[in-house]
């Protein structure tokens, strides 16, 4: 049995570096500088703060690269990522920013990769499943608290 981080989570969406003037005529909405090459966060801010739900978008294609929400600046909640084809890759949610709860990845081909629940400082719990690209069931396990 397997129990690892998912490691794909971008880590570039906990930049705190901002800009607040790029084109205002390309982007009609406040745009925010990412520590991540190529890619532009769309959201509102309260009192200089991230909250609600913040868009991670592809510069060249536009398609959403993330989904992530913000409660006063820390991400909170609904969490999603996505393929280059606009599929999900990974689901779950954040609390205290640690991952909680049901989590799933998929594959490119949107079929399920895995699905599992976190707790305590993201640490893996309970019946874990992986499977193939083509939708069999590769392996499962339980985690341990």
Known sequence: MRC???LTMPFFIFSQSYQDTISEK???FKVFDSSYEGYLEKGQKV???KNGEILLL???TGNVKAKVNYINGKISGAFTTYH???KPELQGNIKDGDYHGLWKSYHSNGNLESEGHYKNRSKKIGNWKYYH???NLESEG???D
Do not use: Q, R, T, W
């Open 26 to 28: 390309k982007y009609p």
């Open 58 to 60: 592809d510069i060249g």
């Open 133 to 135: 690209a083509n939708g």
């Open 142 to 144: 339980n985690c341990e």
């Open 4 to 6: 690892f981080l998912f």
């Open 84 to 86: 280059k084809n606009s």
């Open 47 to 49: 009192n200089g703060l």
